[in-house]
Structures are given as structure tokens and as C-alpha cells.
């Protein structure tokens, strides 16, 4: 597992809400049966987050990048492909049929408004994290403690 030093911080942020496990570095796939898998039918989430409390299953992004090129056509393929991936998850977990599985993405936050702006369409609400509001100096935390 290579996780960079972002990731570390993020998946703090994450564990400090006691209702909420982590899956770092999670492999989905739609077809977990396959042993190669078709482009655009696998990925490596950086962070599955599990909250027992909102009855939830976040699927964490977390990039560093100027360009976020890499995380944009994730966000695309995602969204084209969004039905199968959540089934894939709910099967994959096991949560129950009602619990909501959502994606969600932290990004400097100089960088925040031009990266919902790529992904506005495809992705109206996703809520997007400034890394800098779950550093560990950071005292309060809307995800760690909603």
C-alpha cells in the first residue's frame, strides 16, 4: 500500500469521529470476480469511509495536484458509471440497501473553486474538502463530527 503523506492526514481527520472506519487504499471493482479488469471498471479509492451514524459510505479523494487532471476524469468516470459503482460498494461492504454511498473529494484549498468548477456537471453537490480545514492543528471537523 503506498499512501502519500495527504492521505495520512486526511485518514486521521477521518478516525477522530469514532463512528467511522476507514478502508485506506480500497480496490473496487464493478467485476471483483475478474481477474483482468476493462479500463474505467476498476479503481483504487484512496480512502472508504465507513459512518455508522449518517448510515453512509464515503468514497475519499485526495489529491495535492495543481492540474487535478488525474482526479477530474476519475470524477468523469465515476459519474458515467456511478449505479454499478454503488451497487459494487453496497455488495462489496455489505451495508444495507438504504445506507447512501457518496464520493467525496479534499483538495488545497487554492485549488477548491477551480476544481468544482471542472466537475460541476457531472457532480452538482459533491462536497469538496480544503486540506488545509482537516489538518491535525485544526481543532473543529464538519465531516469528522456530522
Known sequence: ????????VVTEYLV???SVFINPEYELALNPNQKIHP???SWVIDILAVDFVQ???????VTYSRTQHALVHKMADWADRWSEISTAVRHQTHVPEYWRILPR???PKEFRDTFAAKVHQAWPELEIIALEDVAPWVKSSSLGNA
Not at 500500500?1 to 495520512?8: E, F, H, K, R, S
Open 1 to 8: 500500500m503506498v499512501m502519500d503523506y495527504y492521505q495520512g
Open 16 to 18: 477522530k469521529n469514532k
Open 39 to 41: 479500463k474505467g471498471t
Open 55 to 61: 448510515e453512509a459510505v464515503f468514497l475519499c479523494e
Open 105 to 107: 473529494v479534499f483538495v
